[in-house]
């Protein structure tokens, strides 16, 4: 059975072959006020998904203004897919909240997994393209 936050993701996986053939830049707070004042030319933002999980701030109102200016890749560190434990339903939910509030342009594979209460990153083997 199909869930709405499959679809949700699935959707955001589709859409990994929209971003431009353009370097794009990770989003930080310094970066903010700059984008939006300067406007440089730069083919995409993208930002690690748990940075925006929380109910709003001034991460998710920055992140709206410049996403109107610039395609999004968000990109998750936390899922946890193949750990010994079952997924995190909660986080699940909370990613396709940001899904649908800041619906991206793409999306990368998670590069984070749990082990026990360990939680390694795995960014140099995340799936990266080198087109």
Not at 32 to 61: K, Q, S, T, W
Not at 68 to 91: F, M, Q, R
């Amino acid at each position: 059975m199909t869930t709405p936050a499959d679809t949700t993701v699935h959707r955001a996986a589709q859409a990994a072959c929209q971003l431009p053939a353009r370097a794009g830049l990770g989003l930080k707070p310094e970066y903010f006020r700059g984008l939006l004042e300067n406007h440089p030319d730069i083919g995409f933002l993208e930002i690690h998904a748990e940075n925006y999980m929380v109910e709003g701030g001034p991460f998710h109102h920055y992140l709206g203004l410049l996403h109107e200016k610039y395609p999004l890749s968000i990109h998750g560190v936390g899922l946890s897919i193949g750990a010994e434990t079952p997924l995190d339903g909660d986080h699940l939910q909370r990613l396709k909240t940001l899904f649908e509030r800041h619906p991206p342009t793409a999306t990368r594979p998670p590069s984070m997994t749990r082990c026990g209460r360990s939680t390694a990153n795995c960014s140099s083997a995340s799936g990266r393209s080198r087109r």
